[in-house]
């Protein structure tokens, strides 16, 4: 995961999904992504004093286009096929690496999150609520999986997207009827 201190340049292009637009951001190297947004999200864009500019012709983006056609097709493409390079804490790093583990087809909650987290980095106990805010602010929606964290309670809780495509998502994996 890489992070340079100089200048925060991302190049963007837009994907069309069949529920809605999707910003896909690369570094400004070309050679991973570093983000996927849906219009209106929260958090879109990642944090605040970085520079978009529109670039279509990234072989990065071709692949990630791919990726998401297959997906959006009924495939079940693997997050780690695409050179992936979400900006965050080591802390979320971990929660991310996480989440691309948990199958399609499959829910997991933020407790089980919260208990395997602790459980990789050594901790005794982590708290749920910390897992949420990782989860929260995972710049890479739909490739790294966030929608497939759910309530206690099975509630479709806290979606940055919203909550009708986290419902869309799930329902299209087949992990809700």
Request: hydrophobic share 35%; charged share 25%; net charge negative.
């Amino acid at each position: 995961m890489q992070h340079d201190g100089d200048h925060n340049m991302y190049y963007t292009t837009d994907y069309s999904t069949p529920i809605g637009r999707l910003t896909l951001a690369a570094d400004k190297h070309g050679d991973a992504i570093t983000g996927a947004w849906f219009d209106g999200q929260k958090y879109f864009g990642g944090t605040s004093g970085q520079d978009l500019v529109a670039k279509k012709d990234l072989e990065v983006f071709d692949d990630a286009k791919s990726w998401l056609d297959r997906y959006f097709g009924g495939e079940r493409p693997s997050p780690d096929e695409l050179p992936l390079a979400p900006c965050g804490s080591d802390f979320r790093q971990e929660v991310w690496k996480l989440l691309c583990e948990i199958p399609y087809g499959r829910v997991t909650t933020y407790g089980e999150l919260a208990a395997e987290t602790a459980r990789r980095l050594g901790r005794e106990r982590m708290s749920a609520q910390a897992i949420g805010g990782a989860v929260g602010h995972n710049p890479i929606s739909v490739i790294i999986p966030c929608h497939r964290v759910i309530g206690a309670d099975g509630s479709m809780t806290g979606y940055a997207g919203g909550i009708g495509l986290k419902e869309w998502l799930l329902s299209h994996e087949g992990a809700i009827r």
